[in-house]
């Protein structure tokens, strides 16, 4: 009868530890051959995965998102191309993410990643953090210098954000 049917994803968490959002591509496999995309989420967030940057553990709970890792013809149809869990908004973890960032007490890189990520995720709830892309010879999806200048670029950056934004 059955065997084991593999799907390759990318699933993204969110570090309750240092607050980064990472993604990470990982095998899921399943009895049978079109499981729901419920079971896919529910199978990869049981995985065994600390954090690359803390080295925590990353909880079931703080996995929030899950993606095909390329071009698939088919996606199981209850469940969307991403599907969101995060317990915050986004705009709460934005605010969160740039107090760290403007206060200096969260890492610069790991800071900029993970509002990058969120600005790829959910950038119509975020559209104030596009400044924070576009600084010029900053490629966020590129390679970029952690120097002492690129930290106070993406510090200035947040400060404003932050003071831009409603209370």
Partial sequence: MGGQFQFEIVASFHCSTCRCIREEKTM??????????????TLASQQNR???????RIAPEDQ???RPACAIETWPSELPWRWNRIQKTPRQAERELLRGLA????????TYRSLYHLWCTQNSAVQELRPLFRI?????????????????QVRSSAIAILASLPD
């Fill in 28 to 41: 899921v496999c399943t009895p049978v051959a079109e499981p729901l995309g419920s079971q896919i989420f």
């Fill in 50 to 56: 600390k954090c690359p940057v803390c080295g925590n």
């Fill in 64 to 66: 929030c998102a899950i």
């Fill in 103 to 110: 206060s200096g007490s969260s890492d610069a890189y790991e």
């Fill in 136 to 152: 010029p010879g900053i490629e966020p999806d590129g390679r970029l210098s952690v120097t002492e200048a690129f930290k106070g």
